[in-house]
Nanobody
Framework: VQLVESGGGLVQSGDSLRLSCAAS????????MGWFRQIPGRERWFVAA????????IYADSAKGRFTISRDNSKNMLYLQMNSLKPDDTAVYYC????????????????????WGQGTQVTVSS
C-alpha cells in the first residue's frame, strides 16, 4: 500500500492542524493505521493509532486530549486532528499501515508497521 501525507506546516503555539494520509494500492480496511513523529537524530515516536474499522483508538500520553485520529474507509483516508499545538510537537509526522486480522490489537510499536509514508513537517513556533 502507498501512503502520502499532507497538511503539515508552520503554525504558532496554540493553533490547530489537520494532517491527512491518502492510501492506495490495497484495501484500506485491511490495515490498522498509525501516526508517528520524528525529530532529527531521534527514533520515531508513537502518536496515535486506529483499528481497521475505526472503532478502536489509542494515543500517546502527549497526544491525549489534544489530538484525534480518525479514518474514512470509503475514501481511503487517515486523519490526525491536532489542537493546542505546542513547540514540542514540532517533528516530521508519518502515517503507517499495519496488516491486521479482525481481532488483532492496535500497536504502538513502529517496527510492527509494514508501510510508511514520506512524512510531513509540522513546525510549531512559540
Amino acid at each position: 500500500v502507498q501512503l502520502v501525507e499532507s497538511g503539515g506546516g508552520l503554525v504558532q503555539s496554540g493553533d490547530s492542524l489537520r494532517l491527512s494520509c491518502a492510501a492506495s494500492g490495497r484495501a484500506f480496511s485491511d490495515f490498522d493505521m498509525g501516526w508517528f513523529r520524528q525529530i532529527p537524530g531521534r527514533e520515531r515516536w508513537f502518536v496515535a493509532a486506529i483499528g481497521r474499522s475505526g472503532g478502536s483508538t489509542i494515543y500517546a500520553d502527549s497526544a491525549k486530549g489534544r489530538f484525534t485520529i480518525s479514518r474514512d474507509n470509503s475514501k481511503n483516508m487517515l486523519y490526525l486532528q491536532m489542537n493546542s499545538l505546542k513547540p514540542d510537537d514540532t517533528a516530521v509526522y508519518y502515517c503507517a499501515a499495519k496488516e491486521s486480522s479482525f481481532d488483532s490489537t492496535i500497536s504502538m510499536k513502529s517496527w510492527e508497521y509494514d508501510y510508511w509514508g514520506q512524512g510531513t513537517q509540522v513546525t510549531v513556533s512559540s
